[in-house]
């Protein structure tokens, strides 16, 4: 049966994560059919072993299980193996560390995309639990967003948690997003478009912090100087709104300056 949604994961390592992961989806309580692609990029622990042991179990569970680490090879999951893949008209995005709690967030997001044709986005707000403190916090990723947004905000930050989003299957990334050192900021602003983006004022899942992941682990200097790369391509490549064309070019302004001060506070520490 033709699923209406595919969910796609990416996995490294997350041995500790992935059951909750998974558990989270296969919970879902949807009235259309679900696939669920599982990429894991060759991970050193048994985080393979368990996505084939629920591979097993359930038919809907389709796995991408590479040998050879892609990511070092600058090969990004999402563009390469898992969109490729997925059949749905609806894509959920949901990383192996991270986990939904909310048996009808998919039924919530789909149901909303179905009746609003002018939005291509819609995600939700999410629990932040930060692994070494063993402790949640609320959800500073979302803020105080509005319950609609577009492009124009989007390029401003990410706002938007990746465990979160459901996205019209609609799109196809460019040969350049793998180059990119951040994948989930420019994906929202190359498939949204000139449509709108739905906030679901509701905790559905957990956003896990924790030092081996592969964002928030990093420092601040490496943050900045990474957000530069990833949105400096976007500006010369993306068709923007003249609007949306000015917002960025000012972030991307503020980022070389703040990048500036992060080598200027180091340089003074060292010396």
């Known amino acids: 049966m033709q699923p209406l949604l595919s969910i796609c994961c990416t996995s490294y390592n997350h041995e500790k994560f992935i059951k909750d992961t998974i558990d989270g989806f296969l919970m879902q309580k949807t009235d259309f059919p679900i696939e669920i692609i599982i990429h894991d990029d060759a991970s050193t622990d048994k985080s393979a072993e368990i996505i084939n042991d629920y591979a097993h179990k359930d038919d809907r569970i389709i796995t991408i299980l590479q040998t050879e680490n892609q990511y070092s090879q600058k090969i990004k999951p999402w563009a390469s193996f898992l969109f490729p893949k997925a059949r749905g008209k609806y894509i959920a995005l949901c990383e192996g560390d991270d986990y939904w709690t909310d048996p009808l967030k998919l039924q919530k997001q789909v149901d909303f995309l179905e009746n609003h044709e002018d939005y291509n986005i819609c995600f939700n707000k999410s629990k932040i639990y930060y692994q070494n403190e063993g402790v949640f916090g609320d959800d500073f990723i979302t803020g105080s967003t509005p319950e609609t947004t577009t ?37 929202l602003i190359i498939q949204v478009k000139n449509k709108k983006i739905k906030y679901f004022n509701e905790e559905m899942g957990v956003y896990r912090i924790h030092d081996s992941a592969v964002w928030s682990g990093k420092s601040k200097r490496h943050r900045i100087n990474k957000t530069l790369e990833t949105l400096e391509p976007i500006l010369k490549h993306v068709e923007l709104t003249s609007k949306a064309k000015k917002i960025l070019s000012k972030q991307i302004r503020k980022f070389k300056i703040r990048l500036l001060k992060e080598k200027i506070r180091g340089f003074l520490r060292n010396s």
């Open 151 to 187: 492009i124009e905000d989007v390029v401003i930050r990410n706002y938007i948690p990746t465990n979160t989003v459901v996205l019209r299957n609609n799109f196809e990334l460019p040969k350049w997003f793998n180059l990119l050192p951040m994948g989930d900021w420019p994906l």
